[in-house]
């Protein structure tokens, strides 16, 4: 609230806290400083969630440049450039909070309010500059404004940004992911067999922390793993108001590990095995390379014993290599941000195995939340308006989503990205029939204005 009011008539709004989760309550107050009287039908409370994007698009093209000795034209290249843009503002709500009876008179006054976020809002999202050769800008952002309506057309109101965490459509809990796939080189040579299986501390992370990954591998093949990679991964996605779409993936860190060496051949009859006792330092030289019987000279296949990486430690940092901080998570209409991480058993000449597990990203919620009350300050309190906004439709979904995911997670890292981003997950009750409140003995009629969300 600062250390004191302005003079004149004037009003200050804050939330308990600077974070919610997306379907959580939200709970705030209203201060109004009235020196003078004024002709107003009461206090509300506008809510709005707004996406915004833009970015250049470079083109060229092909443009008659006169012409040649023969009469002939030609044509030169030509740069030129595309912006594209888009807004959806996908939640829009104005609360009454109290009603005055025609005037307010002056005085100081508190007025407390609750009302519970849509589930499913897409999370808070800013991210600015230049990159992959265009500039560009994306943005998800809500504001909570405190409105004191004024008859006399005077403006009493203020703005607070408000933080939304977009909702994980499963618990925050630790994930197992494994996988068996047979190495092929040079596309069509089959060199056996490799077994993987990474640990994931958690699905969802705080930008900057640490994906704490333990990962087991065992080499069957005849190709030596060279290195076990970790990346994070994320794909962004933005969609103009014409259609038009960027989409850009792009890996924002990484660490790489010690390989595991190929399967060990082993000596299977008795003179090789012989052969290995008198000379240790010949394993591997092809004295015993083929198995066989000595007597009927029947040749064998070398047998093999598989060589395991036994817990390998793999950890990657949730960072950015470039500017260290990375923007959360988000899913709305033209904005989508999604992370995850990928662990790769590299193979020469192959594409090896890989595991992904999708991950949500949080910001940070700030150290502190601090609301000092200026000098003075002595308000009447009311009683706390609460608004409840129907959204069965909305809820209905999201719980779909959330069963669909964790049927997910227990089966493949793919399925939990398609269920993560599932349809769904669509939430913000367009459409919703108006939700009716009383405040202060006075009933109301709460309009919800909300956008298209479709995935």
């Not at 939200?26 to 009287?37: D, P, S, Y």
């Not at 290249?77 to 609360?95: A, Q, S």
């Not at 008198?278 to 066989?292: I, L, R, V, W």
């Amino acid at each position: 609230m600062g250390g004191s009011f302005s003079s004149g008539n004037n009003c200050f709004v804050h939330t308990d806290k600077p974070v919610y989760v997306s379907g959580e309550t939200v709970t705030g107050t209203i201060n109004l400083n009235c020196t003078r009287q004024f002709p107003s039908q009461g206090v509300f409370l506008i809510v709005k969630g707004v996406e915004r994007c833009k970015w250049v698009e470079r083109r060229t093209r092909q443009v008659p440049n006169g012409r040649d000795e023969n009469g002939n034209e030609r044509f030169r290249t030509e740069e030129y450039f595309i912006d594209h843009h888009g807004r959806n503002r996908f939640f829009d709500v104005r609360i009454p909070v109290y009603p005055f009876q025609n005037y307010c008179m002056p005085g100081q006054y508190s007025f407390p309010f609750n009302f519970q976020l849509p589930a499913g809002l897409p999370g808070t999202f800013s991210e600015a500059g230049r990159r992959w050769g265009t500039d560009y800008e994306a943005e998800t952002s809500y504001f909570i404004t405190g409105d004191i309506h004024c008859a006399d057309g005077s403006e009493i109101r203020h703005q607070q940004r408000l933080i939304v965490y977009e909702k994980l459509m499963t618990d925050i809990t630790a994930v197992a992911l494994e996988k068996t796939a047979n190495i092929y080189v040079c596309c069509c040579l089959n060199r056996g067999s490799v077994h993987m299986h990474s640990t994931f501390d958690k699905n969802a992370y705080v930008s900057g922390e640490t994906a704490n990954v333990v990962c087991k591998i065992t080499n069957n093949s005849t190709s030596d793993i060279t290195a076990i990679k970790t990346k994070l991964r994320r794909r962004i996605v933005m969609r103009s108001d014409a259609g038009a779409t960027f989409s850009q993936v792009e890996t924002l860190n990484q660490g790489t590990y010690e390989g595991v060496a190929a399967a060990q051949e082993v000596p299977t009859t008795d003179a090789e095995k012989g052969l290995l006792a008198n000379d240790g330092n010949k394993q591997g030289e092809g004295s015993y390379g083929a198995t066989g019987d000595a007597e009927s000279g029947e040749k064998q296949e070398p047998v093999r014993v598989a060589t395991a990486s036994g817990d390998r430690y793999v950890p990657v940092n949730l960072s950015c290599r470039d500017w260290q901080y990375i923007q959360p998570s988000t899913n709305g209409r033209l904005i989508k941000c999604n992370y995850w991480v990928e662990v790769d058993a590299c193979v020469t000449c192959s594409g090896g195995i890989s595991l992904e597990l999708p991950v949500t990203i949080y910001e940070p919620q700030p150290n502190t939340w601090d609301v000092s009350v200026p000098q003075g300050w002595n308000p009447t309190t009311y009683e706390t308006a609460s608004v409840v906004v129907p959204m069965a439709q909305a809820g209905a979904a999201v719980a779909n989503a959330v069963a669909t995911t964790a049927n997910a997670v227990a089966a493949t890292a793919n399925a939990v990205a398609t269920a993560t981003a599932s349809p769904t997950a669509t939430a913000v009750a367009t459409g919703s029939p108006a939700a009716s409140v009383t405040v202060g003995g006075v009933n109301a009629q709460v309009t919800v204005k909300s956008g298209d969300r479709q995935w």
